[in-house]
């Protein structure tokens, strides 16, 4: 019989799946990881001799180890050669309330948008998020991020998290994603890119916030120069999305 391992994961009894993740928010002695499109609630592995377990819990953005054996994950540290977040204001903590993001660039791809930085209840890290919403009755629009330098051949997981806003009796179908886009140098601005845009993540008709939808996948980089991360925003009048947690991080 030709199981696969995933398979074998997904079953009860004795197997397990390990698996990356990047933890989201930190309580206690237990973490939330995003792991691909899916978050969820995993136990720490504390070390023996340790006198304050607390001290072993990793922060939010940190990249971590973690398996599943039957319902439960358990993280098991944090994982080396992989880099940290390397795009600036990735939770959009550096602007003031009603301004447009430090660090980000808006492009109307379609229509007019506006992004501005909101502090609203719900947040998934830190206590701001970039709330994008459009001027004309359909936009399409790109919110790019700072630049990061890459290698050919490199390997890249972008990662992000949206939620919805829908006024009464609007449709609830506003569509995101995230790209990825490449240029020659860190002074060059969309559209002129050196390679077509690669979308490594989508979500179609996002929910209304909270809860929040992770969109998250890897990309291998096409050409040595420059990587940003854009977060596309697919709105009607009477749509809004609210983006946080924008993470770049390269593997190996």
Do not use: C, H, K
Not at 121 to 141: D, H, I, L
Request: net charge negative; charged share 10%; hydrophobic share 45%.
């Amino acid at each position: 019989m030709n199981t696969s391992a995933v398979n074998l994961a997904a079953q009860g009894g004795p197997w397990a799946q390990i698996r990356t993740g990047t933890v989201v928010e930190a309580s206690g002695t237990s973490v939330t990881v995003l792991v691909g499109s899916a978050v969820f609630t995993a136990s720490i592995v504390i070390p023996f001799g340790i006198p304050d377990p607390s001290a072993a819990v990793p922060p939010a953005g940190t990249l971590v180890a973690v398996g599943r054996q039957d319902s439960s994950w358990t993280v098991f540290g944090a994982v080396l050669g992989a880099s940290g977040n390397l795009i600036v204001n990735g939770s959009f903590e550096n602007s003031a309330t009603g301004v447009a993001p430090s660090s980000w660039t808006l492009y109307d791809v379609s229509g007019t948008s506006v992004a501005i930085v909101e502090r609203p209840p719900f947040v998934v890290v830190g206590e701001s998020t970039a709330a994008v919403s459009p001027v004309s009755a359909t936009a399409v629009s790109l919110l790019y991020s700072s630049p990061v330098d890459v290698v050919a051949g490199e390997r890249y997981q972008l990662s992000a998290f949206v939620g919805a806003e829908y006024e009464e009796g609007v449709a609830q179908d506003a569509d995101a994603a995230v790209l990825a886009l490449w240029f020659d140098d860190a002074s060059t601005l969309y559209p002129t890119t050196t390679d077509p845009d690669t979308t490594v993540a989508t979500a179609t008709d996002v929910i209304p916030v909270p809860p929040w939808t992770p969109v998250s996948g890897t990309v291998t980089a096409p050409v040595s120069g420059v990587l940003r991360l854009a977060l596309r925003s697919s709105l009607a009048a009477g749509q809004a999305f609210f983006w946080d947690f924008a993470t770049v991080r390269r593997f190996g």
